[in-house]
């Protein structure tokens, strides 16, 4: 490793990385430098770059389990200028890059041969205010939504992820839905930046906004790190309401539960709603979440919101904070019980128009068995508002004249942790169907977060009217094309 005490002193630990032969495409340890003469050296850096086994392997997969890539190296950053100073070299030297959040995206969006930059070791929150908190970018969503509850008077960001243990440069990165918190009164995360700080692909540092380099922002949030890595975000915060009311309704029928979901989406006093469904045995189960927001002692009326539903509501009132991370408890009890992160995840995850989605539902759910989705999955949909989404990327379907759009996934877990590789051939084959089929006769467009298998092609298509500018994006701000090779949109992984 390497460290701010420079090159002469690293050079005397055995795994000391001093340099980078371009010839041999390699890095040269400082135990190798006596016997390579020619190599280019690795900038003092405050943290640390890491080329041993375990660091390397560590990185190597995500929490699909389905790509396996080990890096060359690991950068732990201690600072932006770390960030940028890896990104200059390696872009010097056509090393590919990858930054790493949670690694929680599942088919190798962050892996890489090259480098990998290990965000999370960035997570310091430098000001947390009335309106707006400014974060690292390897911080959680969960660690952010704590601070801010802690704040005098309690505050939340706007829109939170059904799971809080992802990174906020990674969710900005995708886009960011509101699982728990958002969609229905907010746009994404996205819709909720004030200010970025980015390294390019050239490891210039800078800072954008909807007014500053307006092309870099739009290029960056939901830009899959194409363009920029996300190093600090200038989050907007909002009141935080002291509790959360859960509303809970179970459907067998595809009409009524999407009846009751159209109702409910659009009904005064419901904050947030999401709905799960399961695989027909021998009826699908559909199940709404609808959530109310308040202070005590103003109480929801829920005789107001249950008003003309067709199912008997189950109840649950919990403090705000134990409702934002009621799924995080969930996986966490998953991660004990289950070894989740070796769990096999080939996920599907697209979003519909309201005026496709109910009969795509009734065409998809009958195809679907109990291991598409396995004893540790779900079957999700989100609803979101369409006018409140601010920002170019992600990429939605187009409009159909309803104020709403929806993301739907199928979260597909093995039943056994290790690799499968035939379940996960099966699986990835499924998605392709499954894509190829949604976007041809329903209008649907990729969330680009799961495991769908995507061609250059493919990606082209995905952006439509948008490629070229994001194409031009992509020459300025990374026109050596180092950043995040993942997802195979610009060249193939590598
Ligand atoms: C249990 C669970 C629940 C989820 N619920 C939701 C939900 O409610 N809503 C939703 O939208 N998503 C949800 N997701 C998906 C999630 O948003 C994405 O997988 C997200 O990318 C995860 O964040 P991460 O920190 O793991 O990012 P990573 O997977 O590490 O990164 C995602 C991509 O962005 C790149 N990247 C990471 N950090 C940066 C950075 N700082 N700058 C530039 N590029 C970067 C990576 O290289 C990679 O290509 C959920 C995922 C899980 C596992």
Redesign the pocket.
């Known amino acids: 490793m390497i460290s701010r005490r420079g090159l002469l002193g690293a050079a005397a630990s055995a795994v000391a990385v001093v340099g980078f032969d371009p010839f041999g495409h390699r890095w040269v340890t400082g135990a190798e430098a006596a016997t390579r003469p020619s190599f280019a050296g690795v900038p003092p850096l405050d943290g640390e770059l890491a080329v041993d086994a375990a660091a390397r392997q560590a990185v190597a997969t995500?929490?699909g389990n389905i790509v396996h890539q080990q890096p060359q190296a690991v950068l732990r950053p201690a600072s932006t200028g770390d960030v940028a100073t890896m990104i200059r070299f390696c872009s010097a030297h056509g090393i590919p890059v990858?930054?790493?959040?949670?690694?929680?995206?599942t088919y190798g969006?962050?892996l890489s041969a090259g480098l990998v930059i290990e965000?999370r070791h960035l997570r310091r929150i430098h000001s947390l205010g009335a309106r707006y908190a400014e974060v690292d970018?390897?911080i959680l969503w969960k660690d952010l939504a704590i601070a801010a509850n802690g704040h005098s008077p309690r505050l939340t960001p706007p829109v939170l992820?059904?799971?809080t243990g992802?990174?906020v440069?990674?969710?900005l990165?995708?886009?960011?839905?509101?699982?728990?918190v958002g969609g229905l009164r907010t746009g994404?995360q996205v819709d909720h930046v004030r200010e970025l700080e980015v390294v390019t692909g050239t490891g210039s540092i800078e800072r954008c906004s909807r007014q500053h380099k307006p092309d870099l922002f739009d290029a960056?949030l939901g830009g899959?790190?194409q363009c920029?890595?996300?190093?600090r975000a200038v989050i907007e915060l909002v009141p935080a309401p002291e509790r959360a009311r859960n509303f809970v309704l179970q459907y067998s029928v595809n009409a009524p539960f999407f009846r009751d979901l159209r109702l409910l989406i659009d009904r005064a006093g419901v904050d947030h709603v999401y709905a799960e469904f399961t695989a027909p045995d021998p009826a699908p189960v559909y199940k709404i979440h609808a959530t109310a927001f308040y202070d005590a002692p103003a109480a929801p009326d829920d005789a107001a919101i249950l008003a003309g539903l067709t199912a008997e509501a189950v109840v649950e009132d919990t403090p705000y904070l134990d409702y934002v991370l009621t799924?995080d408890r969930l996986?966490d009890m998953l991660r004990e019980t289950e070894n989740w992160d070796r769990l096999v995840k080939p996920w599907y995850d697209v979003w519909l128009p309201d005026s496709t989605i109910e009969q795509y539902l009734a065409e998809l759910l009958p195809t679907l068995t109990a291991r598409d989705i396995g004893p540790y999955g779900a079957g999700l949909i989100?609803p979101q508002r369409r006018d409140l989404a601010t920002r170019p990327a992600p990429r939605r379907p187009g409009p159909d004249g309803s104020p709403f759009v929806y993301v739907v996934d199928i979260n597909t877990v093995s039943s056994a942790p290790g690799a499968d590789p035939q379940f996960a051939a099966e699986m990835l084959e499924r998605n392709k169907r499954l894509y190829a089929r949604a976007r041809e006769k329903y209008g649907a467009v990729l969330?680009p977060?799961g495991s769908v298998p995507f061609t250059a092609q493919n990606w082209r298509d995905h952006y439509g009217s948008s490629w070229s500018a994001f194409h031009a994006a992509k020459r300025r701000y990374d026109p050596t094309g180092v950043l995040?090779p993942?997802?195979g949109i610009f060249s193939p992984r590598g």
């Open positions: 995500d929490l990858s930054t790493r959040g949670q690694a929680h995206t969006q962050g965000m970018a390897g992820t059904g799971y992802l990174t440069g990674g969710t990165s995708v886009g960011g839905i509101g699982g728990i994404l960056v899959l790190g920029a890595v996300i190093t799924i996986i989100y969330y977060i995040t993942g997802p």
